[in-house]
């Protein structure tokens, strides 16, 4: 199986940075879209930026110019680089990732376990 592994979450005044990182383990032959969504309390889970194997992204209209998605290949890593943050950023964010496990077999979504982030001053 595969194991997914968040950090990088935390406590932030509005208008500083973190950065988070996904790091995938296990049985991996492929990573496809790579993605980050985040679930603020009382609210369902939303996509926050997809990164595809290609490295075509896209981002949640909330997040156009402060937030950046990347990817690793070969350390099997996503990053969310978050600039500008805002109160209305703080939630948990979720890591998603769509992976063939083999050389042969369909991919399957893998989530990590969620990082908490906090804007507050």
């Known amino acids: 199986q595969v194991q997914v592994v968040e950090s990088g979450g935390g406590l932030v005044q509005p208008g500083g940075s973190l950065r988070l990182s996904c790091e995938a383990s296990g049985s991996i032959f492929k990573i496809y879209d790579m993605g980050w969504y985040r679930q603020a309390p009382g609210k369902q889970r939303e996509l926050v930026a997809s990164i595809t194997s290609g490295s075509s992204t896209n981002y949640a209209d909330s997040v156009k110019g402060r937030f950046t998605i990347s990817r690793e290949n070969t350390k099997n890593t996503v990053y969310l680089q978050m600039n500008s943050l805002k109160p209305e950023d703080t939630a948990v964010y979720y890591c998603?990732?769509?992976?063939?496990?083999?050389?042969?077999?369909?991919?399957?979504?893998?989530w990590g376990q969620g990082t908490q982030v906090t804007v507050s001053s």
């Open positions: 998603n990732l769509n992976v063939q496990n083999f050389a042969v077999g369909s991919p399957y979504d893998y």
